[in-house]
């Protein structure tokens, strides 16, 4: 049975795709990109609904394993802090951890294997975020919600965060155009996000994924002014299809 915040939590997460989708239509970033474009339903079966769920199960028995056996979640570190606190300390902390591991991605020949898959969409929209390799998701997905369940958190944070990435990462992809202004030295958008999944420049800058913040910081920016991105994609072969290129990421290195 779900939960009321989980009921809630799933409702704001499809409002929010359907606002995202009509906006992509009304202020189109790329002007003529399709909704049903080249791996579209593989996107959104195979990725977002089949691999979100068997995924979550294994993370969910794994995190249950590891506090049964430590039981360190009965310690309650972080149990009597405020809610909004609680869910404010994981976002940034875990976002800024996502910034570390995402550069590491673009500059490890064994990272990159499981981060290829997430650039290999030649046309990016709000559902292009949910492409990513299983095992990269595995690895962040551990790590994004084990310290939640140790530190004593409550329930409510871990499925409220889950939804704020689920938004979160729909937004930055979608091909919506936007003037964030100030804001983008802050919170991260399409703005700058785009220029990472282009072929160009900015695809080994703009790491950022909730706050943008991370970025300006450590100059790793990259928004030239008047331009926008396009050519989006890898420059090298990629295979269509969930089952080719999962496989894919462990083909021997001397393939290119």
């Known amino acids: 049975m779900l939960s009321t915040v989980q009921i809630y939590s799933l409702i704001c997460v499809t409002l929010c795709a359907i606002v995202i989708i009509i906006l992509e239509r009304v202020f189109p970033y790329n002007k003529n990109q399709r909704i049903l474009r080249e791996g579209f339903l593989d996107d959104f079966l195979l990725?977002?609904?089949?691999?979100?769920?068997?995924?979550?199960?294994?993370?969910?028995?794994?995190?249950?394993?590891?506090?049964?056996?430590?039981?360190?979640?009965?310690?309650?570190?972080?149990?009597?802090?405020?809610?909004?606190?609680?869910?404010?300390?994981f976002t940034v902390t875990h976002d800024l951890y996502i910034y570390f591991f995402h550069k590491w991605q673009h500059k490890n020949k064994f990272l990159w294997r499981l981060h290829?898959?997430?650039?290999?969409?030649?046309?990016?929209?709000?559902?292009?975020g949910?492409?990513?390799?299983?095992?990269?998701?595995?690895?962040?997905?551990?790590?994004e919600f084990l310290p939640i369940v140790l530190l004593g958190a409550a329930p409510q944070v871990a499925v409220i965060k889950g939804a704020i990435s689920a938004v979160w990462g729909m937004y930055i992809h979608s091909n919506i155009r936007v003037n964030s202004g100030w804001l983008q030295y802050i919170i991260n958008g399409p703005e700058m996000h785009r220029w990472h999944h282009s072929q160009g420049k900015?695809?080994?800058?703009?790491?950022?994924?909730?706050?943008?913040?991370?970025?300006?910081?450590f100059g790793t920016d990259y928004l030239p002014q008047n331009e926008l991105a396009n050519q989006y994609g890898l420059k090298t072969y990629f295979p269509s299809g969930y089952l080719k290129q999962f496989l894919y990421a462990f083909r021997t290195f001397n393939r290119g």
């Open 116 to 128: 290829e898959a997430h650039h290999s969409t030649k046309e990016v929209d709000w559902l292009s």
């Open 47 to 89: 990725y977002n609904v089949i691999q979100t769920l068997m995924i979550g199960f294994v993370i969910s028995v794994f995190i249950d394993f590891i506090n049964n056996t430590t039981g360190i979640s009965r310690l309650k570190l972080i149990t009597n802090w405020p809610l909004l606190l609680q869910l404010a300390f």
């Open 202 to 217: 900015g695809r080994n800058k703009n790491f950022s994924t909730k706050l943008a913040i991370w970025d300006w910081i």
């Open 130 to 143: 949910v492409r990513s390799h299983a095992l990269e998701i595995l690895i962040n997905q551990t790590i």
